[in-house]
């Protein structure tokens, strides 16, 4: 992807540009001790004592179980704005095969989506940020848990997020392997995908191999539902709309010569509209109830808890952030226009009780997200530090 270059290349601050060492020891320090959703006790800690260092107004932890807000006033005291920006700090249960000198310490465990590198950006933000004050009014640096399939950010709305820290804008940020490093995409309306787990048990009777007639075979059964289920999109959801249905997962059976009495299928569904969304699970339910009759076995379907929506930005503050964008550093290294992507995110929580705008940062020629070589760029990093400084300072100016 590359960008306009329709505008002069803007230098970042010196004072921002100055700390990328100590954005470099943090971030590959998240790095070694990665954590998965709702056990990051060690980064929440390390988080809420940077933020106290920093000299924030207030720092409050333990809330959606392990996130971390850090409240900071502009010049003359809260004011009579306040907008929040959020980071992510959980990791993916994985095994790293990296090979950097930082590489994970905990086997089975890695920071393949580069919430270290997340972390570390907004950290970057609350130390500048709180050394200038040049802004007005009130910023929340919210940490938050279990991103990954978690959804981290519900649990902290579910814990009084906003009747604690209300805010009228909330913005995120997102690192983009195959970009260039500090560069930034963004786009209005649907960014990310909404998901939706599920895990179907087929159950049916079973027996020896050579006899399947006295058998009810939960292998078959669920051989038809693969099949039955991709039918869903190509067949049920309006050919305009984008929508994925993936079997990710097929279990059954021990060994040659026996049949099994179940069958475990897992996946997920993706779409950009509710209702497209609604129209999905309806027909899975129809799907599985017609098989299960048709093949004399009993067929189940249980959806993960907390389905995630849709990420979808707002037009006025993703106008508004992009012109931050150009401003803090030109048009050279700022894209509108990013096609969704069929990934998703619970910032949607987020920005489903907030206006907001997630963004996109360029992490340079990495491995893809959640791939076993996948790091962070360092490189990234003093440009969201810069992004979401200028960003503080336009939407709340000092006057």
Known sequence: MTASATGSLKPIANSIAAMAPELAEWRQDFHRHPELGYHEERTAARVASLLRDFGLDHVETGIGVTGVVGVLHGRGGPGTEAIMLRADMDALPMHEASGVAHESLEPG??????????????????????????????????????????????????????????????FGMHNWPGMAAGHFVLQDGPVLASADEFTITVKGKGGHAAKPHLARDPIVAGAALVSALQSIVSRVVDPL??????????????????????????????????????VIQAEMDRICAEIGRSFAVEIEIDRGPTPYPATVNDRAVTDFTEAALRDIFGDARVVRGHPPTMGSEDFAFLSREVPGCFVLIGNGDSAPLHHPAYDFSDEAAPAGVAFWSGLVERALPAG
């Open 109 to 170: 465990k890695m920071h393949a989506c580069g919430h270290d590198g997340h972390t570390t950006m907004l950290l970057g933000a609350a130390k500048h940020l709180a050394s200038t004050r040049n802004f007005a009014g009130t910023v929340y640096f919210c940490f938050q848990p279990a991103e990954e399939g978690g959804a981290g950010a519900k649990a902290m709305l579910d814990d009084g997020l906003l009747q604690r820290f209300p805010a009228s804008r909330v």
């Open 241 to 278: 709309e984008p929508a994925v249905v993936s079997i990710t997962q097929f279990h059954a059976g021990s060994t040659h010569n026996v049949i099994p009495e179940s069958a475990l299928l897992m996946g997920t569904t993706r779409t950009f509209s509710d209702k497209v969304q609604a």
